[in-house]
């Protein structure tokens, strides 16, 4: 399903392009027309760049790296801070401050120095100062939470850049490009598409135009959380089978070992029962092998006997 119509991006403006006097001849593939005196920005074309660039942002968003969003316009900056700040995402909406990517380590410096006044506040240090002391410190703490607040979860560069428009930002523009982050933008027909890696053409100055746009790329973005969460989910539920598994394997084990492992006393206790056993058994069979010696020899005393008394009766018949 498309991010995005022909018709959503025709109601919020997103067409309208500058003055032709003022237009980038390097925009001319990404316009239409040119209506009394204003060039028209072709959506078809819009739609297509508005696409690839929510499915580079989201697959960025999926590996768990961060997005910065740049864009300190008065029509976009309560645009950008609004929405982005849901999606835990930094952004600057104040102004850019200067090495701020190329001179990354000394902005953090700044965030961490933040962090130091609110710890100095919460540990009672804050109110062993004098009241021009307090003042001075609330006055600092409130200059960087206005500049620096937005990006104090950013402890890398950022793996991204999104800029509303180019050439307002072109600072911001030149420091991503010197340290290869790739830059999407929302570019307009006085600007030069090619200094960016994902332009989208589009009306930078209309909030509607930037609310459209912005929001997609938050939509996108979110998209690739969703996923990341679920494939941890499913690496977790993976994880905890295969555990499962070498535990039930190391269970058997131990108790294969346990029965065939017994201990010495054992051992020679029922070696001693077998033994027993097996002189019972002998005994069994060598008495009733005697019985039955003893039952054979009275039989033949008692067939001797008669055979006797036998021959005694013969000779002892009378004569005749």
């Not at 399903?1 to 032709?20: I, S």
């Not at 001075?136 to 500049?147: F, G, I, Y």
């Not at 800029?163 to 982050?181: G, P, T």
């Not at 959380?225 to 131990?254: N, Q, S």
């Amino acid at each position: 399903m498309p991010r995005t119509n022909f018709n959503e991006l025709l109601d919020a403006g997103v067409h309208f392009g500058h003055l032709r006097r003022k237009w980038n001849p390097a925009m001319a593939p990404y316009i239409f027309m040119e209506r009394n005196g204003i060039h028209i920005i072709d959506l078809q074309k819009t739609v297509v760049k508005i696409e690839d660039a929510a499915s580079a942002i989201k697959q960025i968003a999926k590996s768990g790296r961060k997005v910065l969003f740049v864009a300190t316009k008065k029509q976009a900056k309560d645009i950008v801070a609004e929405r982005i700040n849901k999606i835990n995402m930094p952004y600057v909406t104040e102004r850019w401050p200067g090495g701020m990517l190329t001179n990354f380590p000394t902005i953090r410096k700044a965030v961490k120095k933040m962090s130091l006044i609110d710890k100095m506040m919460t540990d009672g240090t804050f109110d062993t100062l004098s009241k021009r002391e307090r003042l001075q410190v609330t006055r600092q703490r409130a200059k960087l939470e206005k500049n620096l607040g937005s990006i104090a979860d950013l402890t890398r560069l950022p793996a991204a850049m999104f800029v509303v428009d180019i050439s307002k930002e072109h600072i911001a523009v030149r420091e991503a490009r010197r340290l290869s982050i790739p830059v999407f933008a929302m570019v307009d027909t006085n600007s030069n598409p090619n200094i960016v890696d994902f332009p989208i053409p589009a009306n930078d100055d209309a909030s509607k135009s930037i609310l459209l746009i912005v929001d997609i790329m938050a939509k996108a973005i979110e998209e690739g959380l969703e996923e990341r969460k679920l494939e941890k989910e499913k690496e977790g539920a993976v994880k905890d089978k295969k555990e499962m598994k070498e535990e039930g394997k190391k269970t058997k084990a131990r108790k294969f070992t346990l029965k065939s492992e017994k201990p010495k006393e054992e051992e020679i206790e029922d070696k001693d029962l077998e033994i027993k056993e097996e002189e019972i058994e002998e005994e069994i069979e060598e008495d009733e092998d005697l019985g039955d010696e003893e039952d054979i020899e009275n039989e033949e005393e008692e067939i001797v006997e008669d055979v006797d008394d036998e021959e005694e009766g013969k000779t002892e018949k009378p004569k005749k």
